[in-house]
């Protein structure tokens, strides 16, 4: 069974940065697909990234895109989202998420459905 546990949630002000981690525990880091999402409150989980098994496949929500960053290190089983440029729009409850099967296309990578694990977030406050 895999496991995710994220980190690095906290409060910052808009336009500062924050990175989350995500480790996982139960099947190789390289053998998952993954992604982050967000939950905002009163709102649906909303897609942020995902990124394919060896990172060479990278993809960003239209609203965050040139301002956060994913990345992975598969031999500490860690994946990152760095944000930078905070807004008050970013406020939400930030979900790694991880999948078997890395889909060809955007939508389906996109998809909350498409993920077989999620981690239990992190909490990520931007005040002005």
């Known amino acids: 069974q895999v496991q995710l546990e994220e980190s690095g949630g906290g409060s910052v002000q808009a336009g500062g940065s924050l990175r989350l981690s995500c480790v996982t525990s139960?099947?190789?880091?390289?053998?998952?697909?993954m992604g982050w999402f967000r939950q905002a409150p009163g709102k649906e989980r909303e897609f942020v990234g995902a990124?394919?098994?060896?990172?060479?496949?990278?993809h960003y929500a239209e609203s965050v895109k040139g301002r956060f960053t994913i990345s992975r290190d598969n031999a500490k089983n860690t994946v990152y989202l760095q944000m930078n440029s905070l807004k008050l729009d970013d406020a939400a409850v930030y979900y790694c998420?991880?999948?078997?099967?890395?889909?060809?296309?955007?939508?389906?990578?996109?998809?909350?459905?498409?993920?077989?694990?999620w981690g239990q977030g992190t909490q990520v406050t931007v005040s002005s």
């Open positions: 990124m394919s098994y060896s990172g060479g496949i990278i």
């Open positions: 139960g099947r190789t880091l390289s053998s998952l697909a």
């Open positions: 998420a991880a999948k078997i099967s890395w889909a060809a296309s955007y939508s389906s990578n996109a998809a909350v459905g498409a993920y077989d694990y």
